[in-house]
């Protein structure tokens, strides 16, 4: 299991802090966590900064990133200020 937590937005829209689901990827996590949640978006999810363990996915494989049991996944919205 794979445990996902969420910042910002996507926390709200949501309603919750975070989930526990099987995923072997980011963009097949990515594909689940819209399913669970009406109010989040694939096209949020995949504009959102992403997290492994702690790793930006940009600095490992992006989408493609894979995933291992006990994974933690952060999902932060992005943010504008000015």
């Not at 702690?54 to 994974?71: E, Q, V, Y």
Request: proline share 2%; no cysteine; aromatic share 6%.
């Amino acid at each position: 299991m794979v445990t996902v937590r969420y910042f910002g937005p996507t926390r709200l829209l949501s309603k919750r802090s975070g989930v526990r689901v099987e995923a072997g990827s980011i963009v097949e996590l990515l594909e689940i966590l819209a399913a669970l949640d009406q109010g989040v978006t694939l096209a949020a999810l995949r504009n959102s900064l992403i997290f492994v363990n702690g790793d930006s996915i940009h600095n490992l494989k992006g989408f493609r990133t894979k995933l291992a049991d006990g994974d933690e996944v952060q999902i932060f919205s992005p943010m504008g200020g000015g």
